[in-house]
């Protein structure tokens, strides 16, 4: 059996595994403060779980927040990127003292893991995030996660941690992903708006679902919004994860909220092979290839994309990197690596394959990008 319902997260039998988000906002009380009382009895759900038997990962926010305040910066550290650089930095060591103190409490073992977004890209560094995370888990720590905001640049930071969270998970092989938020799950339209309606179980994060989501964090703490909670919703179901949107606010929020089937529940979609769902879990493409109609129709009956059916590429991406497939409406898709270098694979577009050893001088490949190296979207 499978996850359907919000309560199977906590049935260690159907999600041996899960990740628990929290963020900035449920962790940091408007004065800049920790909120003590309500992390305490969040710690003692996280016990509760293990406990019985399920592994918790924690991926905490609230550095910058409790970071901003220690350093008298405005805004709440978010200013600029350099505040929130230097707050993440100092509030950092407040925020794993935290958890490391109320685990600790109950004799669990706090374990911090500072990640950046090109730890989860880089497929060796992913593996080894995996290896940590499992060794960890083995031994009966809780991990607590957060991105490693001080040394992240600009364009290659998450920004947000649901989608880190979502890659976290995918990196553990975990069953489910539970994003604590101020909010109880997806509604229809603007929640401040009459008649908005929660959405309690998604199947596919499709166009219309997109549609709903309202931009950024109403907190204003932290970064993240809907927007983000779905784009880590897709993450999850490609990685065939179970992710949940439940309303953090409350004390005890997971008991809460799954007694009273409060949230929003995104079920897994598919499950790739592991590669196939980290490549297309990845959030940066070296570059794009988009395609004609007759190859994009190819690529749905499941063939390896040909130079033939490209009509453009861009981006200066090398042998190996991947890239965004994009087909003739706009949509991007596929992900895949690519066998040619950008360059090399310039020349060879809109040729049938016959020709490609001649353009080359050299033996071709068999495809532009194998399908083997290749996820639909
Ligand atoms: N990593 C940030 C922090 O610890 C939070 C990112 C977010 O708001 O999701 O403050």
Redesign the pocket.
């Known amino acids: 059996m499978r996850i359907a319902q919000l309560s199977h997260l906590a049935d260690p039998a159907l999600c041996p595994r899960l990740v628990i988000?929290v963020?900035?906002a449920l962790l940091v009380g408007k004065d800049g403060q920790p909120r003590r009382a309500w992390l305490t009895a969040l710690v003692a759900e996280i016990a509760a779980a293990r406990a019985a038997g399920q592994q918790v990962i924690v991926v905490?926010?609230?550095?910058?927040?409790?970071?901003a305040r220690k350093l008298g910066l405005a805004k709440g550290?978010r200013g600029s990127l350099a505040d929130?650089q230097a707050?993440?930095s100092v509030?950092?060591i407040a925020?794993a003292g935290l958890w490391a103190e109320l685990l600790a409490g109950h004799g669990i073992t706090a374990a911090q893991i500072l990640l950046t977004l090109e730890d989860l890209e880089d497929r060796r560094r992913y593996l080894n995030v995996t290896a940590t995370l499992g060794r960890l888990l083995a031994a009966g720590a809780v991990p607590v996660i957060?991105?490693n905001?001080s040394v992240a640049t600009q364009e290659i930071r998450?920004?947000?941690?649901?989608r880190?969270a979502a890659r976290v998970g995918q990196a553990a092989a975990a069953q489910g992903v539970l994003l604590l938020s101020d909010i109880d799950g997806l509604y229809d339209r603007d929640p401040r708006q009459a008649g908005a309606v929660r959405i309690p179980v998604v199947q596919g994060v499709t166009a219309e679902i997109h549609a709903m989501a309202t931009g950024g964090?109403s907190s204003g703490?932290?970064?993240?919004g809907m927007t983000?909670k779905l784009q880590a919703a897709e993450i999850a179901e490609m990685a065939g994860m179970a992710l949940a949107i439940i309303d953090g606010q409350p004390g005890s929020p997971i008991a809460t909220a799954f007694n009273a089937t409060r949230g929003t529940l995104f079920l897994p979609r598919r499950r790739h092979t592991a590669r196939k769902a980290w490549l297309g879990g990845r959030l940066r493409m070296r570059g794009t290839v988009s395609v004609d109609a007759g190859a994009a129709a190819a690529l749905a009956r499941g063939s390896s994309l040909l130079a033939a059916g490209v009509i453009a590429i861009s981006g200066d991406f090398a042998r190996g990197d991947a890239v965004a497939v994009i087909g003739p409406d706009g949509q991007t898709l596929a992900r895949g690596l690519a066998e040619y270098d950008a360059a090399e694979a310039a020349r060879l577009l809109g040729h049938p394959s016959s020709a490609h050893e001649a353009i080359l001088g050299y033996a071709p490949r068999s495809a532009l990008i194998h399908r083997d190296q290749m996820v639909l979207l």
């Open positions: 988000k963020g900035s905490s926010s609230g550095a910058i927040a409790l970071g550290g929130a707050s993440a509030g950092q925020l957060n991105e905001d998450f920004g947000d941690n649901d880190l964090s703490l932290g970064s993240g983000s």
